[in-house]
């Protein structure tokens, strides 16, 4: 079974610093997504990741992923209070022959940037 | 440009009252349906998700039923609804399978 586990849960963030956030998943993967909800909110994708090694960058964001560790990462570089939000990061594993990509979602992280 | 579309975007419902909830995908063909629910404070749980016209694949045994009646039509039912049936629940659609998905807006429901 694919378990998604993300840490830490909750992140109490200043504004300007940098930090780290990390997923974790228990088996082989196709790719892996990093999607943001704003409270009351629905999901807004943020980064596919495809292969090992990738990396990708949106304003202050970069999400990586190592496929051998199975591990993606998600930085937040000199946080801004417009970045608090809950942020998830979500596996899929294509099966054989399937026509679609099941994702299973982490617990997601609370992101809370203050002033 | 796509569109996905969920409603209602609230619903408070009586123990055991049935249940429709909709979702249409405007701007693509044959896409790839999927619901979900979210508990309070929790991650998405896959409910139940769609590859075409009258294809539905159940992920976890519920007191739920999908269907889709139209290429961009998914639909969420319930007989008769629990407690435990209280949640936010998302619709999303992707292109394919090397796509992201993309969620509509929701619908809360709560039941009382």
């Known amino acids: 079974e694919l378990k998604v586990e993300q840490n830490p849960l909750f992140l109490s963030m200043q504004e300007g610093k940098n930090y780290t956030i990390y997923c974790n998943y228990s088996?082989?993967?196709?790719?892996l997504y990093w999607y943001r909800q704003d409270p009351g909110k629905s999901l807004e994708s943020l980064f596919v990741l495809l292969s090992n090694g990738a990396v990708k960058q949106e304003g202050r964001l970069m999400a990586s992923l190592d496929t051998k560790a199975r591990l993606s990462t998600l930085h937040i570089t000199a946080a801004v209070h417009d970045l608090s939000a809950t942020y998830f990061c979500?596996?899929?594993?294509?099966?054989?022959?399937?026509?679609?990509?099941?994702?299973?979602f982490g617990t997601g992280t609370l992101l809370a940037v203050q002033p | 440009s796509q569109t996905i579309h969920q409603w209602p975007a609230t619903l408070v419902q009586p123990v055991g009252s049935p249940l429709s909830l909709e979702c249409t995908v405007e701007g693509t063909s044959n896409p790839n349906l999927y619901w979900y629910r979210q508990a309070a404070g929790r991650g998405l749980q896959l409910l139940f998700y769609s590859v075409g016209i009258g294809q539905i694949s159940s992920e976890v045994p519920q007191n739920l039923s999908a269907s889709r009646p139209q290429d961009r039509q998914f639909i969420l039912s319930s007989k008769k609804l629990l407690l435990s049936d209280s949640g936010f629940y998302l619709c999303a659609w992707s292109r394919n399978s090397n796509q992201p998905q993309h969620f509509g807006d929701g619908t809360r429901l709560s039941i009382l």
């Open positions: 979500a596996v899929t594993r294509l099966y054989y022959g399937g026509a679609t990509n099941k994702l299973i």
């Open positions: 088996t082989t993967s196709d790719r």
